[in-house]
């Protein structure tokens, strides 16, 4: 709304600029310079006027930019972050880590819960590791582990 206002005052202003300009055309015709000159004055500073109020309004849109930038929340980490720590959360055991996944500690749990049995927290098949909003977990819900042990 601001914004039509500003426009609507810059119209006014170059209307009253133009009528002035008119005016003093005619003082100027029939003889009266000092009239002439005073109109001609006056549609100066109204033409001025409209130049600040732009230059004003350009201001003000590049304060609420930095305005907004500054109030925006910062990124908290780069996307590579974010995915190196799903990867080492979603490691159940260290000899896991460092074979890339080819093997298990023999008492990583772990693996043998999600081999054997659903999970009833995140509702996964067997076979599939459980996670938390989407993000893999390091190692099974107790629940599922829980689940492993009574079918075995």
């Not at 003889?31 to 001025?48: D, E, H, I």
């Not at 910062?74 to 080492?88: G, H, K, S």
């Amino acid at each position: 709304m601001t914004r039509r206002l500003t426009h609507a005052l810059a119209a006014m202003y170059a209307a009253a600029a133009v009528f002035l300009i008119h005016c003093a055309t005619v003082s100027w015709q029939h003889g009266s310079w000092p009239y002439a000159c005073l109109f001609t004055g006056a549609s100066v500073l109204l033409v001025t006027a409209i130049v600040h109020h732009s230059l004003q309004r350009d201001e003000l849109r590049a304060a609420l930019a930095r305005l907004e930038r500054a109030t925006r929340p910062a990124d908290r980490r780069p996307a590579i972050e974010d995915a190196v720590a799903i990867e080492l959360g979603a490691a159940c055991c260290e000899v896991w880590w460092t074979s890339a996944g080819a093997e298990h500690d023999a008492p990583c749990t772990s693996r043998w819960a999600t081999t054997v049995a659903c999970c009833p927290e995140c509702a996964v098949e067997p076979g599939t590791t459980c996670h938390d909003d989407g993000r893999p977990r390091a190692e099974a819900h107790p629940s599922r582990v829980q689940e492993a042990r009574s079918r075995a």
